[in-house]
C-alpha cells in the first residue's frame, strides 16, 4: 500500500469518525426522545398560547430554567382531558406523590456549566437555542450543544442577540440588519464576551 | 516511595548546624536540616520515585489481555453516546425552592456541649456546606475544622443505620414496647438502679427533659461525662469564687495577655471568637498590637503565633502560676519556679504595667489550682469585669465529669446500676481506664445506647439506637456566653435516626413525641404565649434567641483559697502529657476522612497519633521518628511511634487521644493507638512517673512536613515591631527581583475584574479550617494514609509550618500555600493540551476534561500547588456521598491535574448576579471559601482593579510581599509579613 493510500484511508477515517460525531446519531438532534406523557410543546405553545414561563417559571432568576411539578400540570388538567388515559402518568403522580421521571432532551455534559437567567437577560431568546419549540409536537434537540456551537454566539453574540422584549418570543424573526441591531444591543446590555474557559468550566 | 525513618538522626549536629545558621533561618523538619536522603527524594523530584507506578502487581499475561481488550474497545469509545438523564421534578414545590439556587439555614453545631452557630447551605434540601453565623457571638460569621467536616459525618455511609437489639437488627416498635415494661418496673422502685449517662449538656430543652424524668423517679441518677470535658474549669471557679460561674474572655480589651497551658486560639468554647478578636488587636500593629506569652509542654496553634512562648512540662505550669502570682502580690508563697531566670518578673512586671488591660488564661488541662491563681491573678491587676468577665454558669448542671464518671463506674462494679441509658459519648471506648467501665457495664441488666455510630459501646448494650445528626433533628444549644440557638434539621434523619430530645420523651412515658415539638413546646413555656410564632421564626431565622445570653455575675476570690491547695509536687523522670487530638478531637471524628487526612497543625502528620517528645529528650533516649515507645506509667502501658516534635518541653511526651478505635466505622479502626488506657481518673490529663521504653519496632508515619517543599527562598518574613517601625518596608527588601517589565512573555490587560489575594501572616494560627472548607466547597477527595506517605494528598491548600531558630525553642509561622494565580505562570506555558490557561480576569484556570495528565504543569510549578489524580481518588459509588458534593464544582476523575480555583464557582455566580443588575461586583461580593472561614480574617480576596477594595488595599500596605518574586512569575497571591511584638526585657534564654 502506497503512503498516499495510507494517508487515503486515515483521511477518510477521520472523516467519516468527524461525521459520525455530528450526525443524529450521536447528537440527538431532531430526534423525539420518548417520555412517559406525550406532552406537545406545539399544542400548548401555539394552540393555546401558554407562556414559556408559566411552566419554567425560574428561568429569568435561576441557573435552571425549572421544570413544572406535577401540580402545575394538575392546575388545567384536574378540569381539562380530567379523564384523558393519555394523562393518566400525570394523574398518578399527583395520586401517588410521586415524580414524572421526564427523559432530558437537552443534557449538558456534568462539566460544563449553563446559566438561563444571565442568557434571558442578556436577549438570547428561548428559540435561539431551543428551537422553535411551538412548532414540535414532541421535544427534539435543533442544535448539537456542541462548545463549538456555543462558541458561535460567545464570540460574536451580535449576530444572535434580540431585544430583551422578543426574547419569549417564538415567532421572531431576525431584522435583515441584524448585525446592526446586534452590535446596538451589544452595546445597550453590556454584553461581554466571555470565552474564558472557566466561564463554563470549573 | 518514602522510607519509614528510622534511621537515627545526628540531633547534635542538626542543633550546632541551626545555632550556625548565618542569620534567620527557616525549617520545616529534621530531615531537611540534616539534608538526609529521605528529604532529598522529595525534593529532588517532583513526583517521588515510583509515583507513577501501579503498584499492584499485574503479570505480564494480564498485561496482555488488557492490551488485546483495550484494542478490541479503541475504537468503539468514539461512538459513545452520552447516557440519557432524568429530569425528576417535584409534584408539590415548595415554597421559596428555586432550583439552581442554594438556601441558608441557620443552626448550631456542638463541640463538648457548647454550640457554633452555623448557616448550613443546602441544594434541593441537601445539604452541602458549613459556614459560620455572623449573627452568632460564638461563629461571627467563621467556624473551626470541625464544623466544616461535619458534613461529612452526615453523610458517614459507616454511620448507624438500623437500631438493633443484642446486636440483631430489631426495631424502634420494639424498642417502644421494651420502655413500656422497663417503666412499670422503674416506677415500681421509684428508679431505683436506673442511671442515665450523657455528655456535657448545655440544652434547656435536655435539662428539663433530665429533670422531670428525675423528678418521676427520684432514685434515678443523671451523670456526665466527656473526656475533653471543662472539669478544672469549673473546679477552678468554685475554689477560687465558691461557686462553678463561667468564665468569659474579652480577648480584645487586652493588652498583655498570659496562656498558661491554654490553646484558647485553637480549641474550646468560643475560640473562634477569641481568635478574631486576638487578630483584630494584632493586625492594629504598633502600639495597640497586643502581646501574648504562653507558658505549655507541646507546641499548639495558640503557640506559634505567641510573642513569648517557654516550654514547661504541664506540671510545672502549675509552679510557674504560683510564682506569677508571689510577683504579683497575690497573697500566696512562692515555691521554686521551675521558668528561667527572669522570665517570671518580666511577665508579672508586663502583666502589671497593664493592670486592667491584662489577662491570665489558664488550659482546661491544668489543674484546678493554676486555674484558681489565674482567677486570682486577674482579680489582682484589675482584669475582672474588663478582659474577663464571670457570669452564671453555661452548662446545665457544671459537675466534675471526673468524678460522675467515677461513680457510676463504681456503682456499676458494686451491681447497684439495673439499667443505664447511655446517650452519645462513648465510655466503653474513653472512660478513665482505673474506672473498668467495661467491666463494670457488664454488670448492668439493662443497656441502652443512643449513638451515631454502632461503636465500642454500642457494642456491648442490649439496645443501640441510631441517633439523629445535628443536621438531622431538632435540638437546643447554648453557646460559650449562655447564648441559645434553636438547632433545626436542614434533612429529615437519612437513616430515621432519633434525637436525644425523642429518647427522652419515651422514657419519660411521654410516647413518641417529635423532636420538633418538644423543642418547640419547651420554649413556648419559657418565653410565653405572647408572640411567640414571631419570636420562634425571628430565632430559627438568626440562629440564636436574643437575649439569652448568662448574665454578668460580680464574684469575688475567696481569700482563704490559696491555704486549702496543696503545695505543687515537682515532677522527677519523664512526664506524661495527654491532650485531646488536633483533628479528630477525643475520637468522635475517628471516622471523618477530611479530619483524619488533616495535617496536624504543628507535626504535619496524619492519619495518626504519636509519643510526642522534644529532640534533646529523643537524644537521651536515642530514640528517632518512627519508632515505637512503650509507655508505661502506673501499671499500665500502650505502645506508640514516637515523632520529635521541635519546641516540645524537655522529659515530656504528649499523647493525642482519639486514636486506636475498635468499633465504630471503616476509617475509625486501625489508624494510630489509644491513649486512654493510660488515662486514670485522678491523672486525667497525665502526669509524672512515667516510664518510656524502646520496643525496636517501627511503624510507618505519613508526614508531609516535607511534601511540596520549596527549599528555604526567604519565603516567610517577619520582624518585631521595632524593626517594623524603623523599616516599614522590609519585607520588600529581602529579595532583588528582576525588573518587572523584562519579560520573555507579553503582558496581559485586565479590563474588566483582576481577582487577587492576600494573606495575613500576623493573623493565621495555622487552625487547618481553610483547609477543610476548601476541601468541602471543591469536592476534594480523601486519598488515604498510603497515598499521602508518597506525597499524594489532595487538599488545594496546604499550610506550611516552618521552624525559625534553634532546635529545642524555635520560633513557628505558618504560611497558607494555594494557587497563586500568576500572571506569568509558569504551568500555563508547558501545558501540551492548553488545559490550564489564563482568564481575562487573571485567573489560572484549569479546564479538566482537557487535562491528559502529562503533569508537566506541576513539574514547573514553583510554588507546588498542583495536586494530580493518580487513581480515582473521587468516591463515585459510595450513594451517600453523592447528595453531599457541591453541585456547582466539577467531581474529578482519575488522571487529571486540579488545584485552587479561586472559587471560581463562587466569581461565576457573583459575576450573573452582578451583571442581571447591570453593575460590576462590589467589594465583598465574592468570598473564597477559605476566607469565608478563616476564623482570624487573615484570607482577604477580590478586585485588584478597584482601588476602593480591601484587597487592592492590602497590596499597598508596606507588609504586604510575593513569595518567589525574584521568578518574576507575578503571583496573585501575596502575604503580608508577620510582626512579633516581643518583650524588649526578656531576652530569649
Known amino acids: 500500500m502506497s503512503i498516499f493510500g495510507a494517508l487515503f484511508i486515515g483521511g477518510g477515517l477521520l472523516w467519516v469518525l468527524n461525521e459520525v460525531n455530528r450526525s443524529p446519531y450521536v447528537t440527538d438532534v431532531g430526534v423525539a426522545l420518548d417520555q412517559p406523557v406525550p406532552f406537545s410543546h406545539k399544542h400548548h405553545v401555539a394552540g393555546l398560547g401558554i407562556d414559556c414561563r408559566y411552566c419554567h417559571s425560574t428561568v429569568e432568576i435561576s441557573s435552571s430554567a425549572g421544570m413544572p411539578p406535577t401540580e402545575t400540570c394538575m392546575s388545567c388538567h384536574s378540569q381539562i382531558w380530567a379523564d384523558s388515559p393519555m394523562l393518566e402518568p400525570v394523574r398518578a403522580s399527583f395520586r401517588n406523590d410521586q415524580s414524572i421521571r421526564w427523559t432530558r432532551v437537552h443534557d449538558l455534559p456534568g462539566f460544563v456549566y449553563f446559566n438561563h437567567s444571565i442568557h434571558v437577560k442578556k436577549g438570547i431568546g428561548c428559540a435561539t437555542c431551543h428551537g422553535r419549540v411551538d412548532q414540535m409536537p414532541l421535544m427534539w434537540k435543533t442544535n448539537t450543544l456542541y462548545m463549538e456551537w456555543c462558541l458561535e454566539c460567545h464570540r460574536q453574540p451580535e449576530r444572535f442577540v434580540r431585544p430583551r422584549g422578543q426574547v419569549f418570543n417564538m415567532a421572531y424573526r431576525a431584522p435583515s440588519d441584524q448585525l446592526a441591531l446586534g452590535r446596538k444591543l451589544v452595546e445597550e446590555y453590556k454584553i461581554r464576551k466571555l470565552t474564558d474557559c472557566s466561564v463554563c468550566h470549573r | ?989
Not at chain 2, 343 to 354: F, N, T
Not at chain 2, 439 to 465: A, F, M, N, P
Not at chain 2, 686 to 714: F, I, N, P
Not at chain 2, 937 to 956: C, E, H, T, W, Y
Open chain 2, 1 to 989: 516511595m518514602m522510607q519509614p525513618k528510622n534511621s537515627l538522626l545526628d540531633l547534635s549536629a542538626i542543633r550546632a548546624r541551626l545555632e550556625n545558621a548565618r542569620g534567620e533561618e527557616y525549617w520545616r523538619s529534621l530531615d531537611e536540616v540534616a539534608q538526609t536522603a529521605e528529604f532529598q527524594a522529595f525534593v529532588d523530584n517532583e513526583f517521588t520515585p515510583g509515583t507513577s507506578e501501579w503498584k499492584n502487581p499485574l503479570g505480564r499475561r494480564d498485561l496482555l489481555k488488557l492490551l488485546g481488550a483495550s484494542i478490541a474497545f479503541a475504537g468503539l469509545t468514539a461512538c459513545t453516546k452520552q447516557p440519557p438523564e432524568k429530569i425528576v421534578p417535584y409534584v408539590r414545590a415548595p415554597e421559596d425552592m428555586i432550583p439552581g439556587k442554594p438556601m441558608y439555614f441557620a443552626t448550631a453545631m456542638t463541640l463538648g456541649g457548647y454550640a457554633a452557630g452555623v448557616l448550613v447551605e443546602s441544594h434541593m434540601g441537601r445539604p452541602t456546606k458549613i459556614e459560620g453565623n455572623p449573627e452568632h457571638p460564638a461563629s461571627l460569621g467563621a467556624t473551626d475544622a470541625f464544623a466544616q467536616a461535619s458534613i461529612l459525618t452526615l453523610y458517614d455511609p459507616d454511620r448507624s443505620q438500623v437500631v438493633l437489639r443484642n446486636g440483631l437488627i430489631s426495631n424502634w416498635a420494639a424498642f417502644l414496647a421494651e420502655v413500656g415494661l422497663l417503666r412499670e418496673g422503674l416506677l415500681a422502685k421509684e428508679g431505683a438502679g436506673m442511671r442515665i449517662l450523657t455528655e456535657t449538656v448545655t440544652s434547656p430543652t435536655l435539662a428539663q427533659q433530665l429533670k422531670d424524668l428525675l423528678a418521676e423517679f427520684p432514685e434515678a441518677r443523671w451523670h456526665q461525662y466527656e473526656p475533653a470535658a471543662r472539669d478544672s474549669a469549673v473546679g477552678g471557679a468554685k475554689l477560687a469564687f465558691g461557686e462553678p460561674v463561667n468564665t468569659i474572655h474579652r480577648i480584645g480589651q487586652a493588652d498583655v495577655i498570659l496562656s498558661l497551658d491554654a490553646d484558647f486560639l485553637a480549641s474550646g468554647p468560643g475560640s473562634v471568637r477569641y481568635a478574631r478578636e486576638f487578630a483584630a488587636r494584632r493586625r492594629e500593629g504598633g502600639d495597640r498590637m497586643n502581646r501574648l506569652y504562653i507558658v505549655e509542654a507541646a507546641p499548639s496553634s495558640t503557640g506559634s503565633i505567641a510573642d513569648h512562648r517557654l516550654p514547661l512540662r504541664a506540671s510545672d505550669v502549675e509552679p510557674f502560676a504560683w510564682a506569677v502570682a508571689a510577683a504579683l502580690g497575690v497573697a500566696v508563697p512562692a515555691p521554686g519556679s521551675p521558668a528561667p531566670s527572669g522570665w517570671v518578673e518580666a511577665v508579672a512586671a508586663d502583666l502589671k504595667k497593664h493592670a486592667g488591660s491584662s489577662l491570665v488564661i489558664a488550659g482546661d488541662q491544668q489543674p484546678v489550682a493554676v486555674h484558681a491563681l489565674a482567677h486570682a491573678i486577674n482579680a489582682a491587676l484589675g482584669n475582672a469585669g474588663k478582659t474577663v468577665v464571670y457570669t452564671e454558669p453555661v452548662e446545665a448542671a457544671p459537675v466534675e465529669q471526673g468524678e460522675s464518671m467515677r461513680q457510676l463506674a463504681e456503682d456499676m462494679r458494686a451491681g447497684r446500676v439495673e439499667t443505664l441509658v447511655i446517650i452519645g459519648g462513648n465510655p466503653v471506648y474513653n472512660a478513665p481506664a482505673d474506672c473498668e467501665f467495661r467491666q463494670g457495664l457488664l454488670k448492668v441488666k439493662r443497656r441502652i445506647r443512643l449513638g451515631l455510630y454502632d461503636d465500642e459501646t454500642s457494642g456491648l448494650c442490649h439496645w443501640h439506637l441510631a441517633e439523629t445528626h445535628y443536621l438531622e433533628g431538632w435540638g437546643d444549644a447554648r453557646a460559650f456566653d449562655g447564648t441559645v440557638t434553636i438547632q433545626q434539621p436542614l434533612i429529615a434523619p437519612l437513616y430515621g435516626g432519633k434525637s436525644a430530645h425523642e429518647v427522652l420523651a419515651v422514657l419519660s412515658g411521654k410516647g413518641e413525641l417529635a423532636g420538633h415539638d418538644i423543642i418547640k413546646e419547651y420554649w413556648r413555656g419559657r418565653l410565653g404565649e405572647a408572640g411567640f410564632e414571631k419570636t420562634w421564626k425571628t430565632a430559627l431565622h438568626d440562629g440564636l434567641i436574643a437575649g439569652t445570653a448568662v448574665a454578668p455575675k460580680n464574684v469575688s476570690v475567696r481569700k482563704d483559697f490559696a491555704a486549702a491547695l496543696p503545695a505543687p509536687k515537682g515532677q522527677e523522670g519523664m512526664e506524661l502529657c495527654l491532650r485531646p487530638d488536633p483533628t479528630i478531637w477525643d475520637g468522635r471524628f475517628a471516622n471523618n476522612g477530611w479530619l483524619q487526612e488533616l495535617p496536624k497543625p504543628l507535626t504535619k502528620l496524619t492519619w495518626d497519633n504519636t509519643v510526642l517528645i522534644s529532640p534533646a529528650t529523643a537524644e537521651r533516649l536515642g530514640v528517632a521518628n518512627g519508632q515505637v515507645l512503650e509507655l508505661r506509667r502506673a501499671g499500665r502501658t500502650v505502645r506508640g511511634a514516637a515523632w520529635i516534635l521541635p519546641g516540645h518541653a524537655e522529659n515530656s511526651a504528649t499523647v493525642h487521644l482519639g486514636y486506636g478505635r475498635t468499633r465504630g466505622g471503616k476509617i475509625a479502626e486501625g489508624p494510630g493507638f489509644s491513649a486512654y488506657p493510660l488515662r486514670t481518673s485522678d491523672a486525667p490529663w497525665g502526669g509524672g512517673g512515667l516510664a518510656v521504653s524502646k520496643t525496636g519496632a517501627t511503624y510507618k508515619l505519613a508526614c508531609t512536613q516535607d511534601h511540596h517543599s520549596m527549599e528555604g527562598r526567604d519565603l516567610v518574613r517577619e520582624a518585631t515591631v521595632d524593626e517594623y517601625r524603623k523599616d516599614p518596608h522590609f519585607a520588600q527588601h529581602v529579595v532583588h527581583g528582576p525588573v518587572k517589565e523584562l519579560s520573555l512573555y507579553k503582558e496581559f490587560k485586565y479590563e474588566g475584574h483582576s481577582w487577587g489575594m492576600a494573606v495575613d501572616l500576623n493573623a493565621c494560627t495555622g487552625c487547618n479550617a481553610c483547609v477543610v472548607a476548601c476541601q468541602a466547597e471543591n469536592n476534594i477527595p480523601v486519598v488515604g494514609k498510603t497515598e499521602v506517605a508518597r506525597g499524594r494528598e489532595m487538599q488545594w491548600i496546604r499550610i506550611d509550618r516552618y521552624f525559625k531558630g534553634g532546635l529545642d525553642d524555635p520560633e513557628v509561622c505558618h504560611q497558607p500555600m494555594m494557587c497563586h494565580h500568576c500572571d506569568h505562570a509558569p504551568c500555563e506555558v508547558v501545558c501540551p493540551t492548553g488545559a490550564t490557561n489564563h482568564s481575562s480576569e487573571g485567573l489560572n484556570q484549569m479546564v479538566y476534561n482537557r487535562c491528559v495528565g502529562t503533569r508537566y504543569c506541576s513539574n514547573n510549578c514553583p510554588y507546588k500547588v498542583r495536586r494530580f489524580n493518580f487513581f480515582l481518588y473521587s468516591d463515585w459509588d459510595t450513594k451517600s456521598l453523592e447528595p453531599m458534593r457541591n453541585p456547582d464544582v466539577t467531581v474529578r476523575s482519575r488522571g487529571v491535574m486540579e488545584k485552587c480555583t479561586y472559587c471560581v464557582q463562587r466569581i461565576n455566580s457573583a459575576r450573573i448576579e452582578s451583571e442581571k443588575e447591570g453593575r460590576r461586583i462590589r467589594d465583598g461580593e465574592v468570598v473564597t471559601a477559605c476566607q469565608a472561614v478563616c476564623p482570624t480574617q487573615a484570607i482577604v480576596f477580590g478586585d485588584m482593579n478597584d482601588p476602593n477594595s480591601r484587597v487592592a488595599k492590602l497590596k499597598k500596605d508596606p507588609l504586604n510581599y510575593g513569595i518567589l518574586d525574584e521568578l518574576n512569575t507575578k503571583p496573585r497571591t501575596t502575604y503580608l509579613a508577620r510582626l512579633r511584638n516581643p518583650n524588649p526585657e526578656l531576652k530569649k534564654g
